[in-house]
């Protein structure tokens, strides 16, 4: 099985995606910060043959453009949208991973006839105090310096994301963060300036919201039910924010059963 990686122009620049080839109706992967379409590697060879899936870069990480100023979430999805869209995909369904619950909403939202499901792992279901605090924890990148100290402090950060050392997955996380210094500062102050709320209010498709059971955003799932109760949801196995790679098999589980039953309703 072969992941194969390649570029579609859009009017902004370039997004860079990795792709499996499949039958039937797509599936669009989005990605966390720092990360990139990476972290959806080993989901992706788990679920090969299933349908075409494809996994994007946002913009500001991984293989694509570095947007410029201060973009907003709703700048972030008409990119996205546009790569989609030089894609040839027509109707798709969206998994998002923590920054990417956010793009993958929107998208939903907006292209509502077009979306068959919604998949969120790690969603931020919060109030505008809350997004506040948020963004207040969470620092901004460290600039570098001429002893590099910002190395050590950019890994020390990428570090505590997981609950214990996985020499793989933070030196790849590590790598993310380092080339999305920008990057991850725009993403992360586009997501606290959405009312992730009321996209979501906007959204039709079936949706399915999970998180791991030690991710930062888990306590939040009871409100999504809720204000959804028809959504699905599932608590997952201990991953952090890593349940793409460090719970793969599960996570392709409860994938591949909620679009059976998505597809076969």
């Not at 997981?162 to 790598?175: G, N, Y």
């Not at 080339?179 to 906007?202: C, E, H, L, S, T």
Request: hydrophobic share 45%.
């Amino acid at each position: 099985m072969i992941i194969n990686k390649a570029y579609v122009d859009i009017s902004a620049g370039q997004i860079h995606y990795r792709v499996v080839a499949g039958s039937g109706i797509p599936l669009v992967f989005l990605h966390r910060t720092p990360a990139s379409s990476v972290t959806f590697e080993q989901m992706m060879i788990g679920m090969a043959g299933d349908r075409p899936i494809y996994a994007l870069d946002t913009p500001g990480f991984g293989g694509s453009f570095d947007p410029a100023g201060s973009p907003s979430v709703t700048d972030y999805r008409d990119w996205l949208i546009e790569a989609i869209d030089g894609l040839n995909i027509e109707a798709f369904h969206l998994f998002g991973h923590h920054t990417g619950t956010h793009l993958a909403t929107e998208i939903a939202a907006k292209l509502a006839d077009r979306t068959r499901s919604l998949m969120l792992n790690g969603v931020a279901y919060l109030t505008a105090d809350e997004r506040k605090q948020f963004h207040e924890m969470v620092a901004d990148s460290v600039p570098p310096d001429p002893d590099g100290r910002y190395l050590i402090e950019t890994w020390q950060v990428i570090r505590g994301l997981f609950a214990e050392f996985d020499p793989e997955l933070v030196h790849r996380e590590f790598v993310g963060a380092m080339r999305a210094m920008q990057g991850r500062d725009q993403a992360f102050a586009a997501i606290w300036n959405q009312d992730y709320p009321a996209v979501m209010a906007k959204v039709i498709c079936p949706m399915f919201v999970m998180s791991a059971e030690d991710d930062f955003f888990v306590p939040y799932m009871e409100r999504v039910k809720e204000a959804h109760p028809e959504t699905r949801i599932a608590v997952l196995g201990p991953a952090k924010v890593a349940s793409p790679e460090l719970g793969t098999d599960e996570s392709v589980k409860v994938v591949r059963e909620f679009l059976a039953d998505v597809e076969s309703a």
